[in-house]
């Protein structure tokens, strides 16, 4: 037993040299692709740029691989440093620039303690307007339980119609208190809404978050084949996005 | 084998038992969420009448002020009750709208100074006229609340009622809330005084638009700028509904072939685009953002939205979202904000948003600043290290339109943007910018 724990040791052994061999073969040859990284940009480069701009101490937050804002202000920094026109985006001069100040190790396995926790993806993902991504997941899987056979702007829409009612006076401030209002969302009443929604209903949430509304402003929807209540019939429609009538 | 029947009977009979009471817990667990939902708003607004009763008494600033706070706390915990109680399908409207202006109209008053600018009299009648009013409510809830309690009223029977479209029956609940509505929609428009703004959306239905109004026809034709047509697509171009408060056309396009599916509002008077999706799926990413920021901008160029500048950009997997907003005179108008969507497979434009653009865009005249750009600065918190700034319009707490400087800078690890009235130096508002969020 004790043998076979010293053969497993001296295995581990040879193959972590391999690992930290094999950074020292690898060639720094691609640096960062052609592209003019601008705020908002996620990715590989984002993450090369945060890394770099860590090594020369002009970044000092998480490398994400995200371009928020305190990337932005760190490569502003760089840039008046440098004496670079201050524009806050990675264009070619400022790459080049920045490649012959800093080191960065290409292949993430990284001999320091602080490149071995560089991230070899994206591991931050930019949330619109304020809202968390639990709360787009909620708001998917409302949006999936009520819409999931209707057409792409069908989807958008009825996460509009939520976020419009958060809007309104009329209704709870929240998308929680919306989405939970009793009786508002047969979805919710019928438990359809603890389906697992796909990547459809998560992109129509984003772009209704982001600011399209397809409905009109509008508060409420109904199914004309199922509509029970002879109230919701009485609103003022706006328009007809598949099988649901959208009104006031 | 008479035995083993038996057994089994027994068993299904301790079995249809034991899921009845389970069934039972279940069902009253709803019946007291709903039950404490609905006492719970009728003390709140009891305590709601109390609480601007004694507004009425106060001269103070030191007692008036915590007071009215104390008014704005209570409205919003009694329109939280009202979002518990299935009454979604039921005219409530009224009420909660009574409930939020009365919150707002408190708000704005308690965070007033009330030291230089006491309550007027007009603001002090307003409050009289909401201490009758919710005092009317409290009634009608009071005698509500009391049947339920007499009676055995359950809330469940209203829900059942409500969704099965049956609420015309005799339900003593639904008929109680409907007296409370009733009293409030009989109310006069509440005069709140200038300084009140509606939380609701101010809509503006395009007014501002110019041109004449198109023909369907001519729609799909705009409609043709956005969308790729073939010979596989079919084009449908449909009326907006008699409820809205402008005239729209709605253009679809559907590819057989590709199951391609694009949409579009197109206004009646002058045919701007309000919004517009193609829902394609997108491949991988070829452009980078910077490149779909230059092609969006060259977009709105090409189609007629004239000094548009980006401020925002967003990379969601392979589709890029830019914010543009109107710069006139290098001052940024932000509500006169476009919204495009670029795909990073193609650079082709997979969604635009105009809404607020269209409803806002105007010419306008701006004074030039009354204060400058080193006495703004000293407005904001000495902490906050400026990294930007720029002038700009923005709609401030009151509704209006207000130039301003924009500074933006960092205090600590935050990134922080501040409107500073570029006219009053007025703190307008400070808003703490997002950073992304960790994947979890």
Request: aromatic share 10%; hydrophobic share 35%.
């Amino acid at each position: 037993m004790k043998k076979k724990k010293n053969q497993m040791n001296r295995l581990l052994i040879i193959l972590l040299c391999f690992l930290t061999l094999m950074p020292l073969s690898a060639t720094e040859t691609f640096a960062f692709t052609g592209q003019v990284i601008q705020r908002g940009a996620v990715g590989d480069d984002v993450i090369e740029l945060q890394s770099r701009l860590g090594y020369l101490g002009f970044f000092r937050g998480k490398i994400d691989g995200v371009f928020g804002w305190s990337t932005y202000w760190a490569l502003r920094n760089f840039q008046d440093q440098f004496g670079l026109p201050v524009d806050g985006l990675g264009g070619a001069t400022t790459k080049a620039k920045l490649v012959k100040a800093s080191k960065y190790d290409y292949t993430g396995g990284g001999t320091t303690a602080k490149k071995a926790s560089r991230p070899k993806k994206t591991t931050a993902a930019i949330t619109p307007n304020g809202f968390s991504q639990n709360e787009i997941q909620l708001m998917a899987n409302a949006v999936h339980g009520e819409s999931r056979g209707e057409p792409y702007i069908g989807q958008v829409a009825v996460a509009a119609v939520i976020l419009n009612r958060v809007e309104s006076s009329n209704f709870p401030n929240t998308v929680s208190g919306v989405i939970f209002e009793p009786g508002a969302f047969t979805a919710v009443a019928d438990g359809q809404i603890w389906l697992t929604p796909n990547a459809t209903s998560k992109k129509a949430v984003l772009d209704a978050i982001n600011g399209w509304d397809p409905t009109g402003s509008a508060l409420y929807y109904f199914n004309p084949a199922t509509a029970t209540s002879s109230w919701i019939w009485g609103r003022p429609q706006i328009k007809k996005i598949g099988k649901h009538i959208f009104c006031k | 084998m008479i035995a083993f029947l038996t057994l089994g009977a027994v068993g299904l009979g301790f079995w249809g038992y034991q899921e009845h009471r389970e069934k039972n817990a279940v069902l009253i667990n709803a019946e007291n969420s709903y039950q404490r939902a609905f006492h719970d708003l009728s003390y709140q607004v009891d305590l709601l009448h109390d609480k601007i009763g004694t507004t009425l008494a106060m001269n103070s600033r030191s007692s008036l002020s915590p007071a009215l706070a104390e008014v704005w706390r209570i409205t919003s915990q009694a329109h939280s009750d009202v979002g518990q109680l299935p009454l979604s399908l039921l005219p409530f409207n009224k009420t909660e709208e009574f409930l939020s202006n009365t919150g707002n109209f408190s708000y704005k008053t308690a965070v007033r100074d009330l030291d230089k600018k006491p309550l007027s009299q007009k603001e002090y009648e307003t409050l009289k006229v909401l201490y009758k009013q919710s005092g009317d409510i409290q009634g009608e809830l009071r005698k509500t609340q009391n049947l339920v309690l007499k009676n055995n009223l359950r809330w469940m029977d209203v829900e059942l009622a409500l969704a099965s479209g049956r609420e015309k029956t005799d339900n003593t609940i639904i008929d109680g809330f409907k007296t409370v509505e009733k009293t409030v929609s009989g109310y006069d428009e509440t005069d709140f005084g200038p300084t009140f703004t509606n939380l609701q959306k101010k809509d503006e239905n395009f007014n501002k638009l110019e041109g004449r109004k198109i023909s369907s026809r001519e729609a799909a034709a705009i409609a043709k700028k956005y969308m790729n047509f073939d010979e596989n697509a079919r084009l449908k171009v449909t009326d907006n509904g008699n409820g809205s408060d402008y005239g729209f056309y709605s253009v679809s396009l559907k590819n057989k072939r590709s199951g391609q599916e694009a949409s579009m509002d197109i206004t009646k008077k002058g045919g701007y685009p309000i919004w517009f999706i193609n829902s394609r799926a997108v491949k991988n990413q070829k452009l980078s953002l910077n490149d779909a920021g230059n092609k969006a901008a060259a977009f709105l160029k090409n189609n007629g939205f004239k000094n548009m500048e980006v401020f925002e950009s967003s990379q969601y997997d392979n589709v890029g979202v830019f914010d543009f907003v109107t710069s006139q005179n290098n001052i940024r108008i932000y509500p006169e904000s476009i919204k495009l969507k670029i795909a990073l497979d193609d650079g082709s434009i997979i969604g635009l948003s105009a809404e607020d653009y269209l409803k806002t865009h105007q010419d306008r005249k701006f004074s030039s600043p009354v204060l400058s750009k080193e006495e703004a600065r000293k407005k904001v918190n000495p902490k906050l290290k400026v990294m930007e700034e720029r002038l700009a319009v923005i709609v401030n707490d009151l509704n209006e339109e207000v130039l301003c400087y924009e500074l933006l800078g960092t205090l600590g690890n935050d990134s922080y943007r501040i409107f500073i009235n570029a006219k009053t130096g007025v703190e307008e508002q400070v808003e703490k910018l997002k950073n992304a969020e960790s994947v979890l």
